[in-house]
Nanobody, 121 residues
Framework: QVQLVESGGGLVQPGGSLRLSCAAS????????MGWYRQAPGKLREWVAS???????NYADSVKGRFTISRDNAKNTVDLQMNSLKPENTAVYYC???????????????WGPGTQVTVSS
């Protein structure tokens, strides 16, 4: 089994910052892409940012320049530094990882349970 657990969510004022962390554990041979998605109330889940095993990053236009994704391959962790937060960034944030459990297995996508981020004064 593979587990992903997010941490670092909470309540922050507009213009503030939060850092989300996600740790992957369990039966892991290697991890390819890792990323973050979010789902606001009444909306579909949307992609926020992703990072390859080699460190290449991509961001949704709405967060570019404000959010930074990073990872530690040795620890199987991925972080999301969120700056200049806006009320519309309020959502449950989910971590995801593309994992190979054995050398011969296929890549599978795993998700964490999510962490709430609320931006409000």
């Amino acid at each position: 089994q593979v587990q992903l657990v997010e941490s670092g969510g909470g309540l922050v004022q507009p213009g503030g910052s939060l850092r989300l962390s996600c740790a992957a554990s369990g039966s892991i041979f290697s991890i390819n892409d890792m990323g973050w998605y979010r789902q606001a109330p009444g909306k579909l889940r949307e992609w926020v940012a992703s990072i390859s095993s080699g460190g290449s990053t991509n961001y949704a236009d709405s967060v570019k320049g404000r959010f930074t994704i990073s990872r530690d391959n040795a620890k199987n962790t991925v972080d999301l530094q969120m700056n200049s937060l806006k009320p519309e960034n309020t959502a449950v944030y989910y971590c995801t990882a593309q994992v190979r459990r054995t050398p011969g297995s296929l890549w599978s996508d795993y998700w964490g349970p999510g962490t709430q981020v609320t931006v409000s004064s």
